[in-house]
T-cell receptor, first 110, second 114 residues
Framework: QKEVEQNSGPLSVPEGAIASLNCTYSDRGSQSFFWYRQYSGKSPELIMF????GDKEDGRFTAQLNKASQYVSLLIRDSQPSDSATYLC??????????FGKGTTLSVSS | ETGVTQTPRHLVMGMTNKKSLKCEQHLGHNAMYWYKQSAKKPLELMFVYNFKEQTENNSVPSRFSPECPNSSHLFLHLHTLQPEDSALYLCASSQERASSYEQYFGPGTRLTVT
């Protein structure tokens, strides 16, 4: 069974620190990787996607992909209280809809 | 309207009622999805439609009945629900069902079954 694993948290970081969110996946044929942010009571919002090994940066966010280790991460630099949310990792595998992890709750304290 | 819209945003219904949730996407996508998210639980994929054809039904009880009349509209018909069906119901769309495409979510319908 194809799985996407995330530490549920909560991950607590002080304002201004770097938050590191991690995700592992089971299917080596996975092709696409997405990070969603979900505020409490709201719907998931796409914030990053990455397809190739290495780093992809967008503002304060950096997605890192290592297909050999079946590992994808999201770094949030200069964390703000407004970044406090649940972050969902989603993985695309041929022949299926996206597979979502259970999410990691991030809490940024001011 | 832009993106993915859902109506109603909130719904309270009794166990004997029949109601429908509506989703509309304005992104020109060809795939649409229904998800259920119960309190403090992960997303559960319910149904997938690709080019109006249902491609996935993840063992969803028959009291939930989807309908996709065209690539822009998706409905979820509800009847004889149970209190444990209370949850946030999310609609999403993507370019196609293929795994490489990102999904965009609507705001959700908060359903309470009494």
């Amino acid at each position: 069974q194809k799985e996407v694993e995330q530490n549920s948290g909560p991950l607590s970081v002080p304002e201004g620190a770097i938050a590191s969110l991690n995700c592992t996946y089971s299917d080596r044929g996975s092709q696409s990787f997405f990070w969603y942010r979900q505020y409490s009571g709201k719907s998931p919002e796409l914030i990053m996607f990455i397809y190739s090994n290495g780093d992809k940066e967008d503002g304060r966010f950096t997605a890192q992909l290592n297909k050999a280790s079946q590992y994808v991460s999201l770094l949030i630099r200069d964390s703000q209280p407004s970044d406090s949310a649940t972050y969902l990792c989603a993985v695309g595998v041929t022949g299926t809809a996206l597979i979502f992890g259970k999410g990691t709750t991030l809490s940024v304290s001011s | 309207e832009t993106g993915v819209t859902q109506t109603p945003r909130h719904l309270v219904m009794g166990m004997t009622n029949k109601k429908s949730l509506k989703c509309e996407q304005h992104l020109g996508h060809n795939a649409m999805y229904w998800y259920k998210q119960s309190a403090k639980k992960p997303l559960e994929l319910m149904f997938v439609y690709n080019f109006k054809e249902q491609t996935e039904n993840n063992s969803v009880p028959s009291r939930f009945s989807p309908e996709c009349p065209n690539s822009s509209h998706l409905f979820l018909h509800l009847h004889t629900l149970q209190p444990e069906d209370s949850a946030l119901y999310l609609c999403a769309s993507s370019q196609e069902r293929a795994s490489s495409y990102e999904q965009y979510f609507g705001p959700g319908t908060r359903l309470t079954v009494t």
